[in-house]
């Protein structure tokens, strides 16, 4: 029975923590966005600018109203002097303390006449007679007057601050008997006020500021961020497989300018070389199908008619080994260039001596002289070494020779030289006497499965894809190379080599 006792799914508690998840994550992505990070950072600066300012402004200003506070309090330390100096106490009934009392709310400032022992005389409750017998109020200020001592010393008066109070304090003429101190205090609660004053007016501010960077950020993250969302929605588009997009990156900002301008040319290659596939998958296939209509044409006539008759059967089986090394040979191109494109192959190096190899590649063309009448004119300096992929090289060489072979005019000429152009460069290079190529055709030649309209007798086999294996190879070893022609005259293809050794 126990068994029934099965829990209950947890579907709800993984749906609820996956929302939580997405609430994170877009949290996340908020927090990073261009909107928050400016809007963080506008406001974090406005914060620190207030504080800064408003902090030195008390600073200052604290210091300024202290400094002011000062002297007016001198200044009215001084008329007090010489005011009570004036009126001395008027022992007959006169109210004396009354009298100091006016002057104190006249100047608003706290006015105490003390004794050496710092017993309060003046201002009090009852008016003060040092005759009396009976004292009924002794107010003690012992610990001021000990202090007002130490800040007199010898001067007629003197300026300090204590604790809480600014404090004037001068010694007084004013009862024949007893030495008398004027002490007038002004106190420093005011600048208190000032301060807590400073202090609303500076959140006030803040506040002030934190809703102004976060107005301006909406407007200045604006500028950026929409055209940046337009371009990441036209990328998506891009990578669908739309080339029509155009990618704009808004008026205000240079980077973003380039940024659109480097996805337009993204964009633009993107759909060169779409359509270059494209063509490459028609032209291979077009090639495929030519010599394996051929084997299987020429297979049948060895099946049905040649197949007896010695000669003609080896005729038509040379056919069928031609056809298939064609098949071969495009295959390899096919091949070289992904693997090359895609940077998996791995260069050698090694110490080539270029003088024999030009030679030896040449041999591989020296049947053409026989059976179709070529000249290779060859114009070789010796001893030329340089250090390379062997193999790649070799394969430089093969395709522009064959290429100048397929291109050379009427006369069937092919130059080929190996010369030194400078202290530390040889150059290798092979000429033809064609019909040359049209300067909006140069830059082209070099593309991934270009192929010139132009239909041409073609004894080296081409497959559209020489020159474009011929310039990786060149790039990953970082040879200069190029060409130069003149339509009607014939066409230069060119590599420069580094001239040196292993041991270099
Ligand atoms: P292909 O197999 O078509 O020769 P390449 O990649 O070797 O392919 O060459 C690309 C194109 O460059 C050729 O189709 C041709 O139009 C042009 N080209 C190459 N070499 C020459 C040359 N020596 N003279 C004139 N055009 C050339």
Do not use: C
Request: no cysteine; proline share 3%.
């Amino acid at each position: 029975m126990k068994k029934k006792q099965t829990k209950k799914p947890k579907a709800p508690k993984t749906e609820k923590r996956s929302r939580f998840d997405k609430f994170a994550f877009r949290a996340r992505q908020n927090a990073s966005s261009i909107y928050f990070l400016l809007w963080a950072i506008f406001g974090a600066l406005s914060l620190v600018i207030v504080l800064v300012s408003g902090f030195s402004q008390q600073m200052v200003l604290a210091q300024s109203y202290r400094e002011q506070a000062a002297r007016e309090l001198l200044d009215k330390g001084q008329k007090i002097e010489r005011e009570i100096s004036r009126e001395p106490p008027d022992w007959a009934g006169g109210n004396y303390s009354g009298y100091i009392r006016m002057l104190a709310q006249n100047h608003d400032v706290d006015i105490r006449i003390l004794d050496e022992e710092g017993t309060l005389l003046f201002p009090r409750e009852h008016n003060f007679d040092p005759s009396a017998p009976e004292v009924e109020e002794i107010l003690d200020f012992s610990e001021e007057i000990e202090m007002l001592f130490e800040n007199l010393e010898g001067k007629a008066y003197t300026m300090y601050e204590t604790n809480n109070e600014f404090v004037y304090g001068a010694k007084v003429e004013l009862l024949p008997n007893a030495n008398t101190y004027l002490y007038v205090t002004q106190s420093l609660k005011f600048l208190e006020t000032v301060s807590a004053r400073m202090n609303v007016r500076m959140m006030l501010v803040s506040v002030f500021l934190f809703v102004l960077s976060f107005v301006v950020t909406s407007a200045v993250a604006g500028w950026f961020t929409t055209p940046i969302t337009e371009m990441t929605q036209k990328a998506h588009q891009l990578a669908q497989g739309n080339f029509d997009v155009d990618f704009h990156g808004g008026n205000y900002s240079k980077e973003m300018v380039e940024l659109a301008e480097a996805l337009n040319y993204a964009r633009d290659e993107l759909s060169k070389t779409d359509r270059m596939q494209k063509e490459l998958i028609a032209n291979v296939s077009h090639d495929f199908k030519t010599p394996l209509t051929m084997i299987k044409g020429y297979a049948s006539m060895i099946m049905e008619i040649s197949g007896d008759i010695p000669e003609k059967r080896n005729k038509h089986a040379q056919v069928i080994v031609d056809e298939a090394d064609r098949l071969t040979s495009l295959v390899n191109d096919v091949l070289d260039l992904s693997k090359i494109g895609s940077g998996i192959e791995t260069f050698k190096e090694e110490e080539v001596d270029m003088s024999a190899y030009v030679y030896e590649i040449l041999d591989r063309f020296a049947y053409l002289h026989e059976t179709k009448g070529y000249t290779f004119v060859t114009e070789i300096e010796e001893g030329l070494r340089t250090v390379a992929d062997e193999g790649k090289i070799g394969q430089v060489l093969y395709n522009l020779i064959g290429n100048a072979v397929n291109y050379t005019g009427e006369d069937n000429r092919v130059y080929v030289s190996l010369k030194k152009i400078s202290e530390d460069v040889f150059r290798f290079s092979v000429r033809d006497t064609g019909k040359g190529i049209k300067p909006e055709e140069l830059s082209g030649i070099w593309e991934r499965y270009y192929r010139s309209k132009d239909n041409h007798k073609r004894p080296v086999q081409g497959t559209g894809l020489g020159l474009s294996i011929v310039k990786r190879i060149l790039e990953r070893h970082r040879f200069h190379y190029g060409v130069e022609s003149k339509v009607g005259e014939g066409s230069i293809f060119y590599v420069d080599f580094p001239i040196k050794t292993l041991d270099k």
